[in-house]
Structures are given as C-alpha cells and as structure tokens.
T-cell receptor, first 115, second 113 residues
Framework: DGGITQSPKYLFRKEGQNVTLSCEQNLNHDAMYWYRQDPGQGLRLIYYSQIVNDFQKGDIAEGYSVSREKKESFPLTVTSAQKNPTAFYLC??????????????FGPGTRLTVL | GQQLNQSPQSMFIQEGEDVSMNCTSSSIFNTWLWYKQDPGEGPVLLIALYKAGELTSNGRLTAQFGITRKDSFLNISASIPSDVGIYFCAGTNYGGATNKLIFGTGTLLAVQP
C-alpha cells in the first residue's frame, strides 16, 4: 500500500526536551512538507524539501529543524526553543514537475503535547 | 504568513440539506484545492481546480474556480452524517518560483441525523 506514515500518533514530552517526529512516504514523491495545525487555524508551513539534502524554511520555522537524507524520509525536530510546541503536526508529500510541485497528499498526523 | 478567508467558520445542518462554503484571497491563484479533514486525521484531497471558471464534481461534491481567480466555492448536496469534518480550501500558483499551498482557516461541518 502506498502512502505517508507518521509516528507516533500521540507524543508527550516534558518542557525543555527536544523531540523528533517521523514522516515516511513510499509514493516516490520528491517533495515533502511539514505543517503545524492549531485549533481554529488553517495549516501553517514549517519546512519543506523539494529534493534530497535540500530544504527551505516555511512561514513558522523558528524552533524547528529538519533533515532530508533520504527521499522517503523527512523527520522534524521540535526543539526546546519552540515557545509553544503543543499542536497537531502534519506531514505531506508531492511530486515535482520541473520547478513546480503537484498536489500535496497528507499523512495521518502526530499530536504532540508538551507537559 | 498569508491565510485565505474561508466562510462560514462552522455549519450545523440536518441530514439531507445542501451545504455551501467559500474561500477568498487577496491575491490570484492558478490552482484551487479542497480538502476534508476528519477529527484527528490528516486532510484528504476532495477536488482540484486548475482553470478559472472551472466547475468540477466528485460525487455529491461540486467545486468552482472563481472567474476572478481570487475565490472558490464548494457545495455538498444531500448531506449525510459522514460528511462531518473540517473542510479546507487551499490556493497555489503551480509553475511559479515558489508554489507553496496557502490554506484557508477551515469550515467545520456538523450533520445531525
């Protein structure tokens, strides 16, 4: 079955700890994305990557870091510098045609709660 | 970052009723997308629109790409309980230097059997 997997579904961490969220896709998509979702708000882009070993900051990158060492994997680290990390985190992927990215498909999400 | 204006924010309807929601932008897009998100899950793509004035259907769902390229509409006919969820619009400009998706704030739909 092709798709995007995110793990774990629920994650609890103590304040001040870094935490890494996993995102894996077997769709052979070139581009991958991380979004944050808060209640009553739309999705906000944290980081995105169109090719292995390259990634770009989105609208709210402060306090987050990513890596893209493999095409199928795009882990997100929520660092202790992120002031309000409790949120629902969504990973997405898409194909790339030339300079353009096509429709994005989303994973099931990880709900992070910082205590 | 920019977010699109989506209305209404929420709707509470009876099963069988039709639903309409819309999304407006201050800037032009060449692509509009509509997603549905079930509680605690990731958004699922419903309809993609690529041309101004385009009207596209997916079962009981119909979406339109506004002629001004600054808005889009989604209609759901004869709603059923499984239509419950949050509906998001998203706009982008494929083919540009940066073609990130810009999302609306969502419309929460509740359907009473």
């Amino acid at each position: 079955d092709g798709g995007i997997t995110q793990s774990p579904k629920y994650l609890f961490r103590k304040e001040g700890q870094n935490v890494t969220l996993s995102c894996e896709q077997n769709l052979n998509h070139d581009a991958m994305y991380w979004y944050r979702q808060d209640p009553g708000q739309g999705l906000r882009l944290i980081y995105y990557s169109q090719i292995v070993n390259d990634f770009q900051k989105g609208d709210i990158a402060e306090g987050y870091s990513v890596s893209r060492e493999k095409k199928e994997s795009f882990p997100l680290t929520v660092t202790s510098a992120q002031k309000n990390p409790t949120a629902f985190y969504l990973c997405a992927s898409s194909i790339v045609r030339g300079r353009s990215t096509d429709t994005q498909y989303f994973g099931p999400g990880t709900r992070l709660t910082v205590l | 970052g920019q977010q699109l204006n989506q209305s209404p924010q929420s709707m509470f309807i009876q099963e069988g009723e039709d639903v309409s929601m819309n999304c407006t932008s201050s800037s032009i897009f060449n692509t509009w997308l509509w997603y549905k998100q079930d509680p605690g899950e990731g958004p699922v793509l419903l309809i993609a629109l690529y041309k101004a004035g385009e009207l596209t259907s997916n079962g009981r769902l119909t979406a339109q790409f506004g002629i001004t390229r600054k808005d889009s509409f989604l209609n759901i006919s004869a709603s059923i309980p499984s239509d419950v969820g949050i509906y998001f619009c998203a706009g982008t400009n494929y083919g540009g230097a940066t073609n990130k998706l810009i999302f609306g704030t969502g419309t929460l739909l509740a359907v009473q059997p």
